[in-house]
């Protein structure tokens, strides 16, 4: 993403919190939880993609799926993509191997593919040329799996840092509270307002790795939950502070934030359109 700000918050976090190179140590990106490697299943089977209109059917039917390509519906790498599927339930996963689907995609056999909805985000990993194992293809899908609202965590910040989108909003709340399901409900109804625009992020002030992201910010517990914006090329941002949750809420203050923006661009041409005069 090019920013020092990401950066920043996941160097927080690898000094206060578990070291990101722990494959599947955390939860899901999402707001559901992950399933443990030790109670990992090899019973989930992912659906075949036998064309491309399958393929773009499925693809586009979650916020999340995962498809592997490969040539052989045996291979091994596809019985290590099999036992990834069984580790993440709450993700999609697809399989392929048919060369319609390949080159309409642009891959090589032997690619395990994660497409996101919320940034229109693709994201690649080639099995050919790595000792890719299930852990390192569980870790893959892991860091990547960016949703409409995700979870900020060890894991999930490398995910957050190589999103496309270059507004980023972080609600700070407390996952514990009896609160916290109306406010996601509303949190996660104006992301889809903001929907390619804005990634939209929950900072869960219970964990212990994020105490400094929240310290990052200048917030105290005593001022939550609470919002911030920040445009990630020139590290403008803004807190808000509230009462509680509101989808008006959240939309008005991201419009004010987008608007400001869009006044500062506008600026310099009028200038420059004034001095010409």
């Known amino acids: 993403m090019g920013s020092s700000v990401f950066p920043c918050l996941i160097v927080i976090l690898l000094i206060g919190g578990t070291p990101v190179g722990c494959a599947g140590d955390s939860g899901s990106a999402g707001d559901g939880g992950s399933a443990s490697h030790s109670t990992a299943s090899t019973t989930k089977k992912p659906v075949p993609l036998n064309?491309?209109?399958d393929a773009e059917a499925f693809i586009n039917g979650a916020e999340v799926v995962v498809v592997g390509f490969f040539q052989e519906p045996e291979s091994s790498e596809a019985?290590?993509?099999?036992?990834?599927a069984g580790r993440i339930p709450e993700v999609p996963f697809g399989l392929s191997t048919s060369p319609e689907v390949l080159s309409h995609y642009g891959v090589a056999p032997n690619t395990v593919t994660l497409f996101r909805t919320v940034d229109n985000g693709r994201r690649d990993l080639d099995l050919n040329n790595k000792d890719i194992d299930a852990d390192k293809m569980t870790r893959f899908v892991r860091i990547n799996e960016l949703r409409l609202v995700t979870d900020y965590n060890p894991v999930t910040a490398i995910g957050v840092m190589h999103s496309s989108l270059e507004l980023n909003l972080l609600l700070f709340t407390d996952k514990m509270s009896p609160k916290h399901p109306e406010r996601m409900r509303k949190y996660r109804a104006a992301a889809e307002l903001f929907k390619g625009k804005i990634l939209f992020v929950l900072i869960d002030i219970n964990l212990k790795s994020n105490e400094r992201v929240?310290?990052?910010?200048?917030?105290?517990?005593?001022?939550?939950p609470a919002l911030a914006i920040f445009h990630v090329p020139d590290e403008k941002q803004e807190v808000l502070t509230?009462?509680?949750i509101s989808v008006d809420g959240v939309q008005d203050f991201c419009n004010r934030f987008l608007q400001g923006m869009q006044k500062k661009e506008d600026e310099p041409e009028e200038k420059a359109l004034s001095d010409e005069l």
């Not at 019985?79 to 990834?84: G, I, N, Y």
């Not at 929240?214 to 939550?224: A, E, G, H, R």
Request: glycine content about 0%; charged content about 30%.
């Open 242 to 244: 509230l009462d509680e």
């Open 51 to 53: 064309n491309t209109a």
């Open 214 to 224: 929240v310290d990052y910010f200048n917030l105290k517990k005593s001022q939550l």
């Open 79 to 84: 019985s290590k993509f099999r036992l990834v």
